[in-house]
Nanobody
Framework: VQLVESGGGLVQPGGSLRLSCTVS????????FCWFRQAPGKEREAVAD????????NYADSVKGRFTISRDNAKNTVYLEMNSLQPEDTGVYYC???????????????????WGQGTEVTVSS
């Protein structure tokens, strides 16, 4: 199993980025995915998830209305579209996956057994 994130970079406040998580070794349709981020000196936090094959994503309050998680089964890729970025969105963003996660473990780091290496996002003028 391999998860590879890409799409991070430096963006000005108010700008947008789209992160990609290319997946191999997992059936995308039935796998749960979550994007986490970790800012310098802070704990890792979940920002958005897709539970199994459902179409009801869940978002952290801090990103609701600005971030969108989606998946493209044909491309084996999960995306995180980020708009209206602010300096507090700065951090390393990680893609995580699980084929066995239960509902109560959604958006909790311990629920995901597969992780990517992360991609860095810096929001600064």
């Amino acid at each position: 199993v391999q998860l590879v994130e890409s799409g991070g970079g430096l963006v000005q406040p108010g700008g947008s980025l789209r992160l990609s998580c290319t997946v191999s070794g997992l059936p995308l349709r039935s796998t749960s995915f979550c994007w986490f981020r970790q800012a310098p000196g802070k704990e890792r936090e979940a920002v958005a998830d897709l539970f199994r094959s459902g179409y009801n994503p869940n978002y952290a309050d801090s990103v609701k209305g600005r971030f969108t998680i989606s998946r493209d089964n044909a491309k084996n890729t999960v995306y995180l579209e980020m708009n209206s970025l602010q300096p507090e969105d700065t951090g390393v963003y990680y893609c995580a996956a699980s084929g066995t996660i239960i509902w109560s473990m959604r958006m909790k780091a311990g629920g995901y057994g597969y992780w990517g290496q992360g991609t860095e996002v810096t929001v600064s003028s």
